[in-house]
């Protein structure tokens, strides 16, 4: 991403002064400012009810802030209408969510390619790009199952292929180990590290503190709505 | 047409069903569009293809005025009148009644015609009749062994068969044709129920004005057939339910089919896809459900209108006409479906998190 030796790489994501009010007096987020940058891979944490997914919400354009900016590679999300934020997760967004979020009626690979379809691209270079991810993912034997037939780390897999089916800027994560055993967890963990190795920017929210400190480079701690803490992680794997 | 073809395979059992239900609805419409036809020309055929582009109704001056052949009349002075109107073209009287042929130890109930020669069906043999004559339809010659030269009785008057003619009907009857003189002293009338006419450049409206005529046309007269409307005007509404019907049946299917998908369309919503795109992609889908289902029906509907039509139903069904009731089926079910898939505008894609599925 960077061509100069030396600078450090773009911001991928800048949230300014981010609020989000449910209504009442509770307060989702309380002014979140943060950045993410290029190749970073960050994990978000903190007690039950703080926020985290509220915020991962924004950053996909699924939520808006009451006050405050997000932009993502520049582009501020707030100018963007209803379709405009479908084409921006679209083209710039892969998202895994705790419980997988597959189409029911759509075969494994029929989930992955549909990532591509909505882009316009041609099915053939579609199928082909689904086959060589299922295939990474060790999931290509798979391919013509339906999700209620897959165990859940297989579902898991297939979310993953489909958010990288447009190589989007930023993958987001929700819990992405949350329904799953703890080997299925660990594969994909690795699965997690392997994509960050290669640029992949990551922002993961997890209660868990083994994923928190496998997969990521930075780790911010969430209290209240707000940022608690923030560190740099020494990669244990 | 991503979606919504693996939808169908998917769910093939669900819209297999629906399919049916459309097929079947159509098929009925179609039964009753050929029925509708096939009654119209059995009522009104000897009517309805007359060369002649308007029909006089008369009644007597200072009397109320209808269009009903069986209340009409044109009396001797209307009759001139209209035949002297400058820039008129021809001026047929016609004469309709019902009435009874008898041939030989056979009887059936005619409709008989008195005109000129001009406004005879396509003669099949012999030639149009003259005073004391008669021409019969082709069907009713079969049916009831008669031939060039027969004597049949029809009401009280034995004429001579003349001719055989391609067939006409009217008011569910066969038609025969005599001419106007004999049609009066077989139907007891004493002046032509009213007259088929070429207007020409005549002011056709200062005529009706002066001479209590009123003139419509060809199609228009149809309405003066005794029950035409009424039986016309019913089926039509039977099949106006039916389109209403299929219209509620697809809306209500695409209704319950579109809650139900309502988190693989907040999944859908995303990973991006517009609301547009998914818009398009359940009326895609609706469309494919429409016209399978409208197409086997039809054809089914032809099929079977042609069997019957071959045990003498009064039925009447094309390829052409069955387009109508097909096009309309499918207009009306992609409205149904067009109310229930506009939800889908409104799935919130934050409810396809954290949704546990
Ligand atoms: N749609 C909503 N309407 C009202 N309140 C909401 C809504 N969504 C979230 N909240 C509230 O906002 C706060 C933050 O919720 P959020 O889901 O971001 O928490 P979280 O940190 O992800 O929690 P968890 O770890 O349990 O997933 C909570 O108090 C929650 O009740
Ligand atoms: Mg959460």
Known sequence: MTTDEGSPPRVVVRLNGVRKEYGGDARALDGVSLEIRAGEAVAVMGPSGCGKSTLLNMVAGLDRPTSGTIEVRDQDLGKLNETGLALYRRHHIGMIFQFFNLIDDLSALDNVVLAAQLTGSSAK???????????????????????????????????????????????????????????????????????NQIGQTLLIVTHDPHLATRCASRLIEFADGRIARESSLERTA | MFVALRDIRFARGRFALMGAVVTLITMLVAFLYGLTGGLAADASSAVARLPAASIVFGSPQGTALEVSFSNSSIGPAQLTAWQSAPGIGTVAPLGIAMSRLTSQDTAASVS??????????????????????????????????????????????????????????????????????????????????????????????????????????????????????????????IQGFLFVVSALV????????????????????????????????????????LLGG??????????????????????ALSGATVAVPVLAMVALGLAGAGLAVRRITSVDPLTALGASR
């Open chain 1, 125 to 195: 270079q579609a199928r082909r790009r689904a086959l060589e991810l299922l295939d990474e993912l060790g999931i290509a034997d798979r391919k013509n199952m339906y999700p209620a037939a897959l165990s859940g780390g297989e579902r898991q897999r297939v979310a993953v292929a489909r958010a990288l089916m447009n190589r989007p800027a930023l993958l987001l994560a929700d819990e992405p180990t949350g329904a799953l055993d703890s080997r299925s967890g660990e594969q994909v963990m690795d699965l997690l590290i392997d994509l």
């Open chain 2, 112 to 237: 008989v015609l008195g005109t000129g020669a001009a406004l005879l069906p396509p003669l099949v043999s012999g030639r149009a009749p003259a005073e004391g004559q008669v021409a019969v339809g082709a069907k009713t010659a079969r049916a009831d062994r008669i031939t060039v030269g027969s004597r049949v009785t029809v009401g009280a008057q034995t004429l001579t068969v003349s001719g055989i003619t391609a067939d006409r009907s009217y008011g569910h009857a066969a038609s025969v044709w005599t001419t106007e003189p004999t049609w009066q002293r077989v139907s007891g009338a004493t002046a032509p129920s009213a007259l088929a006419v070429q207007p020409g450049s005549a002011d056709t409206a200062a005529l009706d004005r002066a001479r209590n005529t009123r003139t419509v046309s060809r199609g228009g007269a149809l309405a003066g057939i005794d029950g035409y409307s009424a039986e016309q005007s019913s089926l039509r509404m």
């Open chain 2, 250 to 289: 697809v809306g209500a299917f695409f209704t319950v089919w579109t809650v139900q998908r309502g988190t693989d369309i907040a999944v859908l919503k995303a990973v991006g896809a517009s609301s547009g795109y998914l818009v398009r992609d359940a009326l895609a889908q609706a469309l494919v459900l």
């Open chain 2, 294 to 315: 409208t197409l086997t029906g039809a054809a089914v509907g032809v099929a079977g209108g042609a069997l019957l039509s071959g045990g003498g139903l009064p039925f």
